[in-house]
Structure formats: structure tokens, C-alpha cells
């Protein structure tokens, strides 16, 4: 054997992959993951020709030009979209303030209540409020007319009534980001303000506000971006008062026969406009330094506290959701002929809640565990790598966010059909989809997390010399630890309460949990469905409490 | 043309030649008798095969039952689903065969237009159940074995007593037009085939105009029934103009304060199509499936669980829990399909455009 051949097999020997091949085949197939799809959507808006032919029969621009038809529901949902988002930051900023600067009492029980909606599907707070606030049969108009008054007190069924429930129940995110911020801020100059005579409300004006301003921003731009592809509140709320919304006006254009993919696909695609305008005013705001706003560490403290309290801590609309479910027809004035076990029975019976509760939890425990391993190193890939693109591959991989995953599904769906390999049907499509979709989500908590450490630590294991996946294995892995757990509860509890996307992917044998309440809200009753929405929370609950309780258990151990 | 001359002259072409080899393989076979009821299918192979996946629209406890009834009868085979309106079914179903996924045994839709449409496409398989037999020619596809008519749902109107007063409550079709109700008025959206139907008999009885005055009532259009009875039941809406008897049932005996009312002029009518498809994974299950559900044993199951509540096309039909027939009510059904299947396209812009989408 010659000598050159002896060095060749020595290096191959040696040969580990570097961090720039490795970044390239992870960030290549995560982007490949989001474009792929999203390829198909655009053809789809571009087909004229016998809407259900795949491939199109011809292209055009004849569907963009319809939009105008459409105008209406753009403007209804630019206007709840924008509604929500104002009431979920100014809430989020007034509770965030109150919770991180103020010592009023009770702030860890107002922390835990703060978090409750991430714990339930949005559908759930929507039936609830319907239930609350309908203008005939709202609870609180039941009671308003039987003390005599006339008419209603309040009405769920507008617009402002659903941007209500969307701002509570989709944008308390806002508050998990706004307040995080204002914990990470150095008080040292709100205590000047003070010191100098301004009081705490001008302080709070004058100071905390301007430097939580970017973070703001950024947290609008995000909320604002959830607002735009919400479906459970527009759906419950909106149809009763004829309000669409695009995500509603999508799902009934899908749903008709024939069934116009190309109109919903060119609505979806004009929202990418909208989106990526605001991706970018995003990614502006981040670049210009105020990246702590849209930390990972954001999410941390909140979520990964999951106390006995917050299960306790149950607000109205969760005991109307359970009063609902033991009745036969919901009234506010409980009569005992009423109350029946019917509906829990109804709902253990069904193949929804036998096969597809399971199915969702082990899909969240799959994408969560999987998401964190895949979106920690490409937040690593792009705020540690220098590798040359990696803005871009954060652009890309920031698509799913601009678009209502409702629509991103009818991409997955004619990509994925005629992939070679057979995942169409499978749980493994389903994964793949929620890996996909919540690729924002994650990258968006974990790089939070990354750029608050600092680049010296990884600089000095590189001195000493230690390989880049020695360094990844040993400092920043473990340095990223709690962004990453919070980052796999945020992926579990997002992946068990997805539906825009499992609407259309499951198959028979891979079915999921919230289609199917949905589902039942449809074809049975507001009672069935409050029945299933509960039992799905109740099995989140304890599938997060026996994990809590093992890795306790395990920390533990490991400390013995 | 009527509708055996309208589907004869649109499937001829298309669906014989690819009907031909199934179809003579299928009269090959002799019928044997499972249970109570006769079948083309292979017991033993369907057996054998274990499973049958079936595609439809009704809701996840309706198909739950139905499912469940079928596994009683053959504990052997294992039956899944997928749940989608009609619409987005088709759709679906359609997409995984042009992508050349064949994973569907029985498909039932709540639409002849898609159910004919799949014909022309080659999708149905020619099974021509020994139980079509107590069937009309006129409820079979034509050629027979595409798919069949399985059960009747119709609708009237319904209202909430507590809140119509008795001398309002409509007695007519032309009474949803009746100003009192504006704003209190619900319909179904127009992904329904039932809707589909309503809107073309009675646009034939009172002329073009009389939906776009409907249109002044400013209705509220939901996806299903059920959400318009619980909407009704609770008084959020004070009249149903798409009231199914099967959704009245329902929440009648919940006790809910609704009426039915069945105008003179007739109720309009449709019907759901239920076929073994083409390429199906489980042959042999899917034939039983639909022998089954074409038997008295299956089609007890759709006429009798409330959940379903269809009526029964067989000939030799019992009544329906409620102790009626269908043949006690006076159903509008189209007369003309040709004119039917035409009419859609102008069905969903005109409906659209009135529930404000």
C-alpha cells in the first residue's frame, strides 16, 4: 500500500463531519421541509383550470385577480387580526409591569392564571365565551334578562367579542414574551426615575415603556402573525354574526364541491405578503439589538412551572366548559333533569377520544422531543455558526409562521402525496407537518435563549481545543438546557392542540385529538364538545404531571 | 331528461368499458346468504383481508355507530374511517388517487354531483349487490353497481316556541320570507348537498326571485345540522329553514322547545351514495360492507340510530322510529338531474353571496 494511500485511509479513519456540512444538510433539509410545501401552494394559487386537477391544467393570474371579491373578509380579518393583537400586548404589558415591577399581592397566583390558556385549545375558550357571552343564550344575558333587564348585555358574536377571545386565548404569548423582558431589564434606571420624583405610572411611561418598546414590537409583529391564521375563535364566534374571517372563508371554500384550492391558495398566498412584510419589520427589530425581546428564556420561567396551583386555578369560562358538559342543553339556571353523564359516555366511546388522544400525545412527544434536538441546532446553525446564509435559512424557515397553517396543509398534502416514500396517512406525516409548522415556534424560543449567552464561553472551550461537537456537547448544550425543556413543553402542548394542519393530513389509522372535537362541534352538540375538550385537557394535564413527576424523579437520583 | 337518461348518457362512455371486467367477474360469482342478508363478497377472503376503510361525511358518532354495528356482525373485520364534509372529502379522495394512493374501500357522499362525477372518473367499482334487488332502479346508479341511494334525509322548517308566537310560526314555505324573523333565520352553508337540494325545488315552485328576498332575512349558514338545532334549541335563532326531521328528533327528545313543520308544498329531499371504490385495498370487506349496509341489518342501523336517521329506500322498508314511512311525507326530490348537476356552480355563487361569504 502506498504511503499516500496509508494517509487517505488515516483521514478517513479521522474524518467526522464538520460543522459546515453538518449545517448544510440540517439547515438545507429544514428549509427543503418549509419550501417544498410551500412550492405547491404557490402552483395551486396559479391554477385556472379545472380547479381539481393536479397537476394544473393551465396557469394564470386569474385567481389573484378575484381576491377583490374577497375584500370584505380581508378587512375582517386585518381588523380582529389587528384588534387582537393591540388587547393582547396592552394586556400583556399592563400584566407583565404589574407581575415583574410591582409587589401587589397574589403575583404567583396572577403568573399561573396568566398561563392557563397555553394549557387548552383555543376552541375551547371559544365555546366557552359563546356560552358566556351569546346574545340569547349567553349565560350573562340569561341572568341579565331574568333580573329584568331587555335584550342583551353583552355580544360574543362581533367582532370585537372575537378578537376578545383570540387576544386571551392565542395571545397570552404576549404576555409570556413582554414580561420576560421587563424581569431581564436592569431596574437601575427605573429607580433613578423614581429617585428623581417621577411617580411609578410615569415611570412606567416614561422609562419602562420606551426601553421595552422594541420588545413590544416584536412581540406585536409575532402575535400579530398567530392573529392572522386563527380559525377556533372566527369559527365559533364569527359564523353566528355572518363574520368571516379568511381562515373561515378558506375552510368553507375547500369544503364546497367542487372545492376551489385555487381561491383559498391565492388567499393564502396574498396573506404571505402581508406576513413577510411583517417578518421583516420583525427581523429588523431583532437585528437592531432588542433581541432579548423575542427570547427563548421569554417562555422559560412561566412554562416550565407547572404547579399544583395552576390546575386549581380554574377561570370561568374553563367551570362553564365543565358545567356545559353534564347538561343535556345548556342553561344557566341548572335544573336537575338536566344534568346528565351522556355526553362523557358519548365521548369515551368514540374512536376520536380511544385512538386519537393517544395519537396526540405521542405525536407531542415526538415533535417536541425531536423539534428541540432539530430547532436548537438551527438556532445554533444560525446565530452561532457564521456559516454564509444563515439569515436566509432563518427567513425560510420563518415561512410557516406567515401563513395560516390551514393553508400550509394543502401544500403538505399534494407534496406529500406524491412523495416516493409512502408516509402519506401516517402518523409520520403528521410529524413532519407539526415539525414544520412549529419550526418558528421553536427557533423562536431556543434562539432566545443562545443569544443571551455569551459567545466567549464556546470561544475558550475552542482554545483549549475542543472539537465544535465536543464544544456543542458540552457548553452550549448545557447551557441551553432550559431553553430547550421550555421549548419541548411549548412543542408538546402546541402539537396536542394543533388543527389547522391535522384537518386535512390524517388519515384513518392517524387520526388526532382536536380535528375531532371540532368535528364534534359540527355534527353534535356544544355539551359532546365540552366533553371532549375537557377530557383532552385533563390528558395533557397528567401526561405533563407524570413527565414532570419522572424527570423529577431523575434529577433526584442523579443528585444522590 | 330525467335523471336515469342524464347519468346512462354522461357514464355510458366512460364507465363501461372500465366497468366491464369487474362487472362480469362480480355476475360470475354466485350470492350467498351471511346472516340475514345475501352477499357477492367472499366471507372468507373478507375475513381474511381483516379490515375495511370507509370515507364519509356524516358526523364522528354517526359513523361510530354505524362502524361499531357493522364489527358486531364481523368481529373479524376491523374497520377506520376518515370523517370530512362531502366537499373536502371528495377532494381528498380524489388527490390521493391522482397521486396513485388506493387506500379507500367504501366511499359514501351526500352529493350526487361528486357521486357522479367519481362514476365518470372510473372510481366506483361495479358491485352489483344482490340486495339492490329491494331497491328501485330509479335510487341505483345507471349502470347499476356504481353506487346506490342508502337512505332519504328531508327537511322542513323548524322554530323555537319560546320564541315565535304562535300566530307567527310559519305553515309555508313562504313564510321564511316573512320580516319578522330577520336576523333570526339559519340555513346550512353551501358545502351541504341537502342545501344544494332545498335551493333548487323550491326556486322551482316560486321562481328565481324568491331566494334573493330570502336574502333580505339575512340568514346565519352553518356547516351542520346539529349546529343548527342546538342554535334553535337554545333561542340564539328563532327559525330553522333547513330543518332535518333527523336533527328535529334529536333534540326533541332533549327536550329542546323546537317545532317541525312540514309545508304542503313538500319537503325537499336528498339522499346519500355509498359504493365500493375502485383499486379498494380490501376487495372483499368493502363488498360486504356494502351488501351489509344495503340489507335490512345496515340500513335498521341508518333508520333507526338518532344519530343517523335516514330513511330507508328499500322496498320492504319498516317505518322509522318515529313511526312514520317516508312515504308519509310528501318529498321533493329534482326531477330533472341533468338541470340538478347544472345548477350547482350557480347554486354556490348565489348561496355564498346570501349567507354573506
Known sequence: ?560 | MNRRGFVKTATFAAAAPLAHAPFAAAQSRTATKVLDFQTLADVAKAEQEGEVVYYGHDGEAGIGVLLDSFKKDFPKIKTSYVRLQTGALYAKITAERSAGRFGVDVLQLSDISPAIDFQKKGGWEVHVSPELTAYKAEHQSAPAGHYTWGGVSFAGISYNRVKVKPEQAPKTWKDILNPAFKDGVSAKLATSGMQHAQWYVLRKLYGNDFWQEFAKQRPKGFDARAQLFDRLSKGDDRMCVLAEYAGYTLFAEKGAEIEFVAPPDGLPATAFFIGVVNRAPHPEAAKLFVDWALAKRGQAVYQNQKILLYGSLRTDAPPMPTGKRLADFKLLFPTDWNDYVASHPVFVKEWNSIMGL
Not at chain 1, 391544467?57 to 386585518?78: C, K, Q, W
Not at chain 1, 350573562?140 to 333587564?149: F, I, P
Open chain 1, 1 to 560: 500500500m502506498s504511503l499516500s494511500a496509508v494517509r487517505y485511509l488515516q483521514r478517513a479513519r479521522s474524518w467526522r463531519p464538520g460543522p459546515r456540512l453538518v449545517s448544510v444538510l440540517v439547515g438545507g433539509g429544514a428549509a427543503v421541509l418549509v419550501l417544498y410545501p410551500i412550492a405547491y401552494l404557490l402552483q395551486a394559487s396559479l391554477s385556472v383550470g379545472d380547479p381539481q386537477a393536479r397537476p394544473p391544467e393551465a396557469y394564470g393570474l386569474a385567481n389573484f385577480a378575484d381576491l377583490p371579491r374577497y375584500s370584505h373578509i380581508f378587512g375582517n380579518t386585518l381588523l380582529v387580526a389587528g384588534v387582537a393583537t393591540v388587547l393582547a400586548i396592552v394586556f400583556g404589558f399592563v400584566m407583565g409591569w404589574i407581575l415583574s415591577r410591582t409587589n401587589v399581592p397574589g403575583r404567583a397566583a396572577f403568573e399561573q392564571l396568566m398561563a392557563l390558556p397555553y394549557y387548552v385549545t383555543p376552541l375551547m375558550g371559544a365555546l366557552a365565551w359563546a356560552l358566556i357571552g351569546s346574545p340569547a343564550s349567553g349565560f350573562v344575558n340569561q341572568l341579565w334578562r331574568a333580573l329584568g333587564g331587555d335584550g342583551h348585555l353583552v355580544d360574543i358574536n362581533t367582532p370585537w367579542g372575537i378578537a376578545w377571545v383570540m387576544a386571551l386565548f392565542e395571545g397570552a404569548v404576549a404576555f409570556v414574551m413582554i414580561g420576560a423582558v421587563m424581569k431581564s431589564m436592569d431596574p437601575a434606571l427605573e429607580e433613578a426615575s423614581q429617585v428623581l420624583g417621577a411617580g411609578r405610572l410615569r415611570t412606567m411611561l416614561r422609562v419602562t415603556l420606551p426601553l421595552v418598546l422594541p420588545g413590544v414590537l416584536g412581540a406585536a409583529v409575532f402575535v400579530f402573525a398567530e392573529m392572522l391564521g386563527s380559525f377556533s375563535a372566527a369559527l365559533v364566534l364569527g359564523l353566528p354574526s355572518r363574520f368571516y374571517v379568511v381562515t373561515t372563508a378558506m375552510y368553507q371554500l375547500v369544503s364546497q364541491y367542487p372545492p376551489r384550492f385555487p381561491t383559498a391558495a391565492a388567499m393564502g398566498v396574498s396573506l404571505f405578503a402581508v406576513m413577510f412584510a411583517m417578518v421583516w419589520v420583525y427581523r429588523r427589530i431583532v437585528s437592531a439589538g432588542s433581541y432579548a425581546t423575542i427570547t427563548g428564556k421569554a417562555f422559560r420561567p412561566r412554562v416550565m412551572d407547572v404547579g399544583r396551583l395552576r390546575w386549581s386555578l380554574l377561570g370561568v369560562p374553563v367551570l362553564t366548559i365543565v358545567y356545559a358538559s353534564f347538561q343535556r342543553l345548556t342553561t344557566v339556571f341548572p335544573r336537575v333533569d338536566n344534568f346528565t353523564l351522556a355526553n362523557y359516555a358519548t365521548a369515551l366511546s368514540l374512536d376520536a377520544v380511544r385512538s386519537a388522544l393517544w395519537n396526540s400525545l405521542l405525536l407531542g412527544f415526538a415533535t417536541a422531543s425531536l423539534g428541540v434536538v432539530l430547532m436548537g441546532f438551527l438556532a445554533w446553525l444560525i446565530y452561532r455558526s457564521r456559516l454564509p446564509g444563515a439569515g436566509l435559512i432563518e427567513y425560510v424557515l420563518m415561512f410557516p409562521q406567515a401563513v395560516p397553517r390551514l393553508v400550509f396543509a394543502f401544500g403538505m398534502l399534494w407534496a406529500w402525496l406524491v412523495f416516493p416514500i409512502p408516509i402519506y396517512g401516517t402518523l409520520w406525516l403528521l410529524l413532519i407537518a407539526y415539525l414544520t409548522v412549529f419550526l418558528p415556534l421553536g427557533l423562536r424560543t431556543i434562539s432566545g435563549v443562545i443569544l443571551q449567552i455569551d459567545r466567549s464561553l464556546e470561544e475558550s472551550a475552542q482554545m483549549c481545543g475542543a472539537t465544535w461537537g465536543h464544544r456543542l456537547r458540552t457548553v452550549t448544550m448545557p447551557l441551553l438546557k432550559p431553553g430547550l425543556v421550555a421549548a419541548w413543553l411549548l412543542l408538546f402542548i402546541a402539537s396536542v392542540r394543533e388543527l389547522g394542519a391535522s384537518i386535512l393530513l390524517m388519515g384513518p389509522k392517524s387520526k388526532v385529538i382536536t380535528p375531532a372535537i371540532v368535528e364534534s362541534w359540527f355534527s353534535t352538540s356544544s355539551e359532546l364538545t365540552a366533553a371532549l375538550a375537557l377530557l383532552q385537557t385533563l390528558a395533557v394535564a397528567a401526561a405533563l404531571a407524570i413527565m414532570f413527576a419522572v424527570a423529577r424523579r431523575a434529577v433526584q437520583a442523579g443528585g444522590e
